[in-house]
C-alpha cells in the first residue's frame, strides 16, 4: 500500500521561507516521480514540482521558478520541497504525489494533476503579508 505523508507546513511571513517534508512507502521511491501540488480553497489544484528520482531531474511550475526547490534523500524515502521568498499567494494546503515516471526517450514526471496516481495528505501553508 502507497503511503505518503506531507509535513512542514505552518505560518509564514511574506518574504521567509519554509521547507516540505514528504515521506513515503509501498513502492520503489528511487524509481519515481514525486509531486508537490497546491490547493487555494475554492480553487483547482496547481502543480508546483516534480522530480524523478533516479536522476534528480526536477521540473517547477511557472508561479514558483527561481523560488522554490525540490530534492530527495531515496535513502530515506523521503522527498523536501524547499520555498523560499513565500508570497502571500502561496497560501495553501500542499501536497505531495507518487506516480510510475513516464518514459520517452528519456525518465519524466508530469505537473498534471489527473496523471498523478497517489496523493497524500496534505499540510497547510499560511504565508501572512
Known amino acids: 500500500e502507497v503511503q505518503l505523508q506531507a509535513s512542514g507546513g505552518g505560518e509564514v511571513q511574506a518574504g521567509g521561507s519554509l521547507r516540505l517534508s514528504c515521506t513515503a512507502s509501498g513502492f520503489a521511491f528511487d524509481n519515481y516521480a514525486i509531486g508537490w501540488f497546491r490547493q487555494i480553497p475554492g480553487k483547482e489544484r496547481e502543480g508546483v514540482s516534480c522530480m524523478t528520482t533516479v536522476n534528480g531531474n526536477t521540473y517547477y511550475g511557472d508561479s514558483v521558478k527561481g523560488r522554490f526547490t525540490m530534492s530527495s534523500d531515496n535513502a530515506k524515502n523521503a522527498a523536501y520541497l524547499q520555498m523560499d521568498n513565500l508570497k502571500p499567494e502561496g497560501t495553501a494546503v500542499y501536497f505531495c504525489?507518487?506516480?510510475?515516471?513516464?518514459?520517452?526517450?528519456?525518465?519524466?514526471?508530469?505537473?498534471?494533476?489527473?496523471?498523478?496516481?497517489?496523493w497524500g495528505q496534505g499540510t497547510l501553508v499560511t504565508v501572512s503579508s
Open positions: 504525489t507518487a506516480s510510475p515516471p513516464f518514459y520517452y526517450g528519456g525518465v519524466y514526471c508530469t505537473l498534471k494533476e489527473h496523471l498523478q496516481k497517489d
